[in-house]
């Protein structure tokens, strides 16, 4: 019987994970000195973060702040897309950071293409917004997981369903 494996590479985050580590961030920004004047409002939406704040500089220290914790909540920083600074009302700024979530038809090529260069007894399939790695040996998937990891995406990839 020849059995194949297969697994999935996408790129995703733990939503939860990510409305623990914007909740851990405005409860910083209230508690720390050099933040708590600021009427700074860090508000997620479905798709993105939006920040206002009164300054670049406050601005940055939000960045710093919510990184902090959503490393500290095993999410990657690549998923934080962030948008321009633009001017709001009474001299404050505001941005918009994007949530980037599924694999571009692009980075789905570019992986594809990686696994059949290198990889001759492997079959990669785009599938949407994953690719599906399917191959008789698990040993030969653990040899394509450990190569996709030393490529540097502008995504962060996970790998699921692996049977």
């Known amino acids: 019987m020849a059995a194949n494996y297969s697994f999935d590479i996408v790129s995703e985050f733990d939503r939860q994970e990510l409305v623990n580590a914007v909740d851990q961030t405005v409860r910083e920004i209230q508690s720390r000195y050099d933040l708590k004047d600021t009427k700074t409002t860090v508000e997620l939406g479905e798709e993105s973060i939006n920040v ?3 300054s670049e500089f406050t601005l940055d220290a939000i960045h710093t702040v919510l990184q902090t914790k959503a490393a500290k909540r095993n ?23 994007k949530l980037k979530k599924g694999l571009t038809q692009e980075i789905a090529k570019q992986i594809t293409k990686l696994i059949r260069d290198e990889f001759k007894k492997i079959q990669g399939s785009i599938q949407g917004d994953a690719v ?19 490529e540097d995406y502008p995504v962060a990839l996970q790998f699921t369903n692996y049977r």
């Open 75 to 97: 999410l990657s920083l690549k998923i934080f897309d962030y948008g321009k600074v633009e001017p709001a009302s009474g001299s404050r700024v505001r941005q918009e950071i």
């Open 132 to 150: 599906r790695v399917s191959a008789k040996d698990k040993d030969d998937l653990q040899s394509v997981i450990q190569r996709l990891k030393q």
């Open 52 to 54: 206002n704040t009164d």
